[in-house]
C-alpha cells in the first residue's frame, strides 16, 4: 500500500518545499513524504516503500498524548521532536490531522493521518556573521550553510557570479525548488550519503535554475555537521562547472560513432529505455531488423513477457544513479524463436553529471544457456563420462578413469545422445563443451 498512497497527490510530487508527511493511523509509519520531507528526515524512497520508518522521536513524552488527541479530535497542533534516520532529533511545530489538511488534496484512506511541520532552527544564531569574517567569504567557490531542512542561513557573496541571485535574496529560504526536477532524486541521495559514508564526501553534480531562467552544472562538497551543536546544519561548497560539461558532453556524444565499429552489440537508450541508436551487431544480436527496433516504446517490449518487470526495475536503479549491472534475459526474436541475452547497462558520468543516455552491451548467450540446460538433463554419472569425451577420451580410457565396465560407459554415453538429441559423440561434446569449460 505504501507504495500507492501518494502517487497522484500533487502535494507530494509538485512544490518540493512543501512539507507533507503521510503516516500510518497509529504515527508509527511514514507512508509517504515529500522531497523536502525525505531530505530533512534522511528517507531514501526504498524507507518510504519498505513503510517500516516511524519519523518520531520515541523519546519524546509528548508523542503519546499528541497521538491520543488526534484519535479523540481528529487533529492534533503543537511541538514535537523529530528524528531523522541518519542524524540528530530536532524540534518541529507539528500539524497532523486524519485525511487530508486544508489546502491539501486526498491523499488516500480517510483513516490515515498527514502530517505538516515547520522545524526549528537548529543553525546557532548570528553563526552567519562569524561566516561572513571567514576567508572562504571571499573565495571563488560558493560556500553555503543550510539547516537540516534545507533553509539557506549563510552564502558567500559569489552566488551573485555562479547564479545571479544576490545573498539577501537566497538567504532564509529552501533552495531545492532551485534544483532540476529531474535531479531532485539524485541530490536527496547525495546527501543521505554524506551522513551514511565515512570520511571526505565525493562531489557531486546537480543542475540548478540561474536567475535567468537557465540551468547551470554545480560540482557539489557537502559535509553533514549538524550532529556539531557549534554548527547544527551541513556545510556545502560549490563551483560552477556548465562550460566544462558542456564541452566534455559533446565529445562524449560524438565519440558514441564509435559504436558502428564496435564488433560488440552496444546501444544507447534513453531514460525511458527506448532504443535511440544502436550498431548492426545490437541489432543481429535481438535478431530484430532496425526498424523494428526503433519503433519499440521500450526495449522491454522486445524481452519475453516473464522478464519484463524485472528489466524495467533494474532500468528504473541505473537511472536513478545505481551502479552498472549485468545480467541475463530471454529476448522474442523475429520468427517466433527465444534467444538468450547477455546484456550490461550503465549510465555514464560526463563532467561528474549524469548523462541522459544509458548505454547497453549485449552478447548472445543462448548456446551456453542451452549447454547448461542439456547438461541439467544428465545423471551425475553422465555428466562425468561427457566431460571425458569432451576432453577426447575413448571408452576404454573413460571407464578406467571412472573404475567402471566399458559396458557400463556405452550406456551412459547412449543416454547423453538420446538427451541431447544428438546422433554422435563428437555432437554432444560439440554441445556441451562451453559448459565443461566454465564448470572448470
Not at 19 to 43: N, Y
Not at 135 to 157: C, F, K, M, N, Q
Amino acid at each position: 500500500m505504501s507504495g500507492d498512497i501518494g502517487q497522484d497527490n500533487e502535494a507530494l510530487r509538485g512544490d518540493p518545499t512543501h512539507k507533507v508527511v503521510v503516516l500510518s493511523p497509529d504515527w508509527s509509519r511514514a507512508l509517504d513524504a515529500s522531497a523536502a520531507c525525505r531530505f530533512q528526515l534522511r528517507l531514501a524512497r526504498e524507507d518510504i516503500l519498505e513503510g517500516g520508518t516511524s519519523v518520531f522521536d520515541p523519546t519524546d513524552d509528548r508523542l503519546g498524548p499528541a497521538r491520543e488527541q488526534q484519535r479523540r479530535t481528529g487533529s492534533f497542533a503543537g511541538r514535537l521532536r523529530l528524528l531523522p534516520k541518519e542524524g540528530t532529533a530536532f524540534e518541529a511545530q507539528v500539524s497532523v490531522v486524519a485525511g487530508a489538511p486544508a489546502g491539501v488534496e486526498a491523499v488516500g484512506p480517510r483513516d490515515l493521518a498527514v502530517m505538516q511541520y515547520v522545524a526549528e532552527r537548529q543553525v546557532p544564531a548570528g553563526l552567519e556573521r562569524e561566516w561572513s569574517r571567514h576567508p572562504l567569504h571571499h573565495s571563488p567557490d560558493v560556500v553555503a550553510l543550510y539547516e537540516a531542512d534545507g533553509t539557506l542561513r549563510y552564502i558567500s557573496p559569489s552566488v551573485t557570479d555562479v547564479l545571479g541571485y544576490t545573498p539577501e535574496e537566497m538567504t532564509g529560504k529552501v533552495t531545492i525548488d532551485l534544483v532540476h526536477p529531474d535531479d531532485v532524486e539524485p541530490m536527496i541521495d547525495a546527501m543521505l550519503a554524506v551522513g551514511a559514508a565515512p570520511g571526505p564526501s565525493q562531489p557531486v553534480a546537480f543542475r540548478v535554475r540561474h536567475q535567468d531562467g537557465r540551468w547551470r552544472h554545480l560540482e557539489v562538497m557537502l559535509k553533514d555537521l549538524s550532529d556539531d551543536p557549534e554548527v547544527g546544519g551541513s556545510t556545502v561548497h560549490f563551483r560552477d562547472i556548465t562550460d566544462r560539461v558542456e564541452a566534455l558532453g559533446a565529445s562524449f556524444f560524438d565519440g558514441l560513432t564509435a559504436l558502428d565499429g564496435s564488433s560488440a552489440g552496444v546501444a544507447n537508450l534513453g531514460l525511458d529505455g527506448r532504443p535511440v541508436r544502436f550498431n548492426d551487431r545490437f541489432s543481429d544480436v535481438l535478431g530484430l531488423p532496425r526498424e523494428a527496433l526503433l519503433r519499440l516504446g521500450t526495449l522491454a517490449d522486445a524481452l519475453h513477457p516473464d522478464d519484463r518487470d524485472a528489466h524495467r526495475a533494474e532500468l528504473r536503479r541505473v537511472v536513478d544513479g545505481g551502479a552498472a549491472t549485468s545480467s541475463e534475459w530471454r529476448v522474442a526474436r523475429s520468427g517466433g524463436t527465444v534467444a538468450w541475452v547477455a546484456w550490461t547497462v550503465q549510465r555514464p558520468v560526463v563532467a561528474g553529471v549524469l548523462s541522459d543516455l544509458l548505454v547497453v552491451t549485449v552478447e548472445d548467450v543462448t548456446p551456453r544457456k542451452d549447454a547448461e540446460r542439456a547438461w541439467d538433463l544428465l545423471t551425475p554419472r553422465e555428466q562425468e563420462a561427457l566431460a571425458l569425451v569432451v576432453d577426447g577420451l575413448n571408452n576404454r580410457d573413460i571407464a578406467a578413469a571412472l573404475h567402471v565396465s566399458i559396458h557400463t560407459v556405452k550406456h551412459h554415453v547412449q543416454g547423453v545422445l538420446r538427451k541431447l538429441e544428438v546422433p554422435d559423440r563428437a555432437r554432444a561434446a560439440e554441445r556441451i563443451a562451453a559448459r565443461v569449460r566454465d564448470d572448470r
